[in-house]
C-alpha cells in the first residue's frame, strides 16, 4: 500500500513516516507540506492513501480534500484532525474522506483507518462516530429521492443482487468508487452498515422492479 503524508510540521511527518513503515506492506512514497503540495504529490506519487491535517498555513485540507478527490477520484483520503467536532467529521466525509482519525488517536487506529481506506471502506476514530454525528435517519427509504443519479443507479444494482465488482464493470467506474458511493449513501440514508444498506436497496428493487 503506498500513502502520501501530508502535515506542515516536519517532526509530525517523520514521526509518522517511521510508524506507518512499521506495519507490514505499507510505504510512504511522498510526503507534502501544504495543500498544494498534497495535490502535485498525489498526481505524480499516485499513491493509494493519502493522510492528511485539515490545519495547514495557506489552503486548509477542506480544500485540499476537494481537489484530491477530483484530480485522484481512485486515492482513498483519511482525514487527521486535532479537532473531534461532528462539523469538522460531515464536512470531511461530504468532501469524500474515507476515514476520520484524532490526533491523540492510539498507532493501531491510524493502521485501521489506511488499511480500510484503501479497501474501499470508512473508518471513524470512536471518539467522533457517536449518534450526534449524523441525523436522524430517513423512514420508509425518504432518502433515495435525494441521492444523485449514479447514487440511485447503483443502489437499483445493489438491490438486484449485483456486487460492487460486477457494478464497476457494468458502469466502467473503479472497485474504489462504487465502494465511496456506497460509503455516502449509507451516510444520506442513514444506514449505520452495509446491510441496513442492502434492506433499502432491496425494498427499492422489490418496489420498482429495478
Known sequence: M????????????AGLRRLLET?????????????DEAVFGARRAAPDVVLLDLSMPGR????????????CPDTA?????????????????ARGASGFVVKEAAPAEL?????AAAAGRTYLSPQ?????????????????????????????ALGAGRTSKQIAADLGISVKTVETHRARMM????????VELLRVAVRLHDRTGT
Open 2 to 13: 503506498r500513502v502520501l503524508i501530508c502535515d506542515d510540521h516536519t517532526l509530525v511527518r
Open 23 to 35: 506495519f507490514a506492506g505499507i510505504e510512504v512514497v511522498a510526503e507534502a507540506a501544504s495543500a
Open 60 to 71: 486548509s485540507g477542506f480544500e485540499a480534500l476537494a481537489e484530491l478527490r477530483q484530480a
Open 77 to 93: 483520503v483519511v482525514v487527521m484532525s486535532m479537532h473531534d467536532d461532528p462539523g469538522h467529521v460531515r464536512e470531511s466525509l
Open 111 to 115: 493502521e485501521i483507518a489506511v488499511r
Open 128 to 156: 467522533v462516530s457517536g449518534p450526534q454525528l449524523f441525523p436522524a435517519r430517513p423512514q420508509r427509504g425518504d432518502g433515495i429521492a435525494a441521492l444523485p443519479p449514479r447514487q440511485r443507479e447503483i443502489l437499483a
Open 187 to 194: 451516510e444520506t440514508l442513514g444506514c449505520r452498515n452495509a
